[in-house]
């Protein structure tokens, strides 16, 4: 709990680039609710709107006027996003701006979440980007108001973050986003997630080339890379990273069955061991998907709240419209559902087709479904 007192910087826990920050009752569903949707935000909220959850999630309440939590919002993260009244905001941060090259991107967003508005640093923090991206990761409209846009290309921070993709790791965004602003060659692969990334009307500029495999980009020899995949790479395939950008979209669905009163961490152990077998990357997990006799179970409650997963439950009549290569009359006799994990992953992940048949380790079954995007 953060305590605001006039005069003193309150401490934070920052461990993600940007702050979403909400006040009213509407405005935190919206930020909880945008929490999975855009998942690169720490969430902060007033504590009379607790739900109970929140040391789970990693949302930080606090007490106070929001007034007082900005100058350390403005600090540590490169840009706050405030499901606040453009007034207000205004008013609040007019003290504390010192300078455009050094002030983070600031957004605000309406209650319903309609429109995404982009208030202080445009075009050298950020803000009209990050603008874009929110709002299509919430489906609202983006306001833009500077005379002239942002460069028509990709922003390397924020590539598919409206699908909820994270990166790897940060280590390369600055050399990489540098190549990318300076027109050198950037070679791009993707082998998962959506493929709608390109956001604006005129063509991909031409130093930015799309390849089929990473092996093919090694041999173009770029200046910088973006790798999207869910998978873990090769080690013949890690000298494209040497200046390159790894991004996990949000494509694996485990499909899940287990023994009433399972420890999550017997879960979390056999997820683990599971992807590293099949070189999978856990952040690209979307969801946990089972069937609703499972709804009330634990581990899978805390499971995905643990990980930020979606949990999706199915009836065993929805169940068993997936195709099975293994139906189980021991396990229709006990649930209505002749499968359970494997017809789970596939109905979430809308495929018939699975990365791993249904493997059971204790009190666990899992597969794994990789989701299909148009």
Not at 107 to 121: T, Y
Not at 241 to 248: A, F, H, Q, S
Request: hydrophobic content about 40%; charged content about 25%; proline content about 5%.
């Amino acid at each position: 709990m953060i305590e605001l007192q006039e005069g003193i910087i309150p401490e934070i826990e920052v461990s993600k680039p940007y702050a979403l920050v909400a006040i009213t009752k509407h405005g935190v569903q919206k930020a909880r609710q945008m929490a999975q949707d855009f998942p690169n935000v720490d969430v902060y909220y007033m504590a009379k709107f607790e739900h109970g959850d929140e040391q789970v999630k990693g949302i930080q309440l606090f007490k106070g006027t929001v007034r007082l939590l900005l100058p350390a919002l403005f600090k540590n993260y490169k840009g706050l996003i405030l499901i606040i009244s453009l007034g207000a905001v205004v008013r609040m941060i007019a003290p504390i701006l010192e300078d455009k090259k050094k002030d983070p991107a600031v957004l605000v967003i309406d209650d319903k979440g309609e429109h995404v508005i982009s208030v202080l640093s445009g075009h050298i923090g950020g803000a009209n980007a990050l603008t874009h991206e929110v709002a299509n990761a919430i489906g609202g409209k983006p306001i833009i108001t500077t005379a002239s846009d942002v460069q028509k290309t990709i922003p390397v921070d924020l590539f598919g973050a409206r699908f909820g993709w994270i990166w790897e790791s940060d280590e390369k965004l600055t050399p990489v986003s540098a190549s990318v602003v300076n027109e050198e060659s950037v070679a791009i692969v993707q082998e998962a997630g959506e493929t709608g990334w390109w956001m604006h009307e005129t063509p991909i500029p031409a130093n930015i080339r799309q390849y089929q495999t990473i092996k093919q980009a090694i041999e173009s020899k770029p200046d910088a890379a973006l790798i999207i995949t869910d998978r873990i790479l090769d080690t013949d395939e890690e000298g494209i990273l040497e200046n390159g950008v790894i991004y996990r979209p949000k494509s694996l669905v485990l499909g899940m069955g287990c023994n009433r009163g399972t420890s999550v961490e017997e879960i979390d152990a056999v997820i683990d061991e599971t992807l590293s077998e099949l070189k999978l990357a856990k952040k690209s997990i979307k969801a946990l998907a089972t069937i609703d006799l499972k709804k009330d179970e634990q581990c899978f409650i805390d499971i995905t709240n643990r990980y930020g997963w979606k949990f999706a439950t199915y009836t065993p009549e929805q169940l068993n419209e997936m195709p099975l290569l293994n139906p189980s009359e021991t396990v229709f006799k006990f649930t209505g559902a002749y499968g359970v994990s494997e017809p789970a992953a596939m109905r979430y992940a809308n495929t018939t087709d699975l990365l791993l048949q249904k493997k059971k380790h204790g009190n666990v079954t899992i597969s794994i479904a990789r989701m299909t995007f148009h």
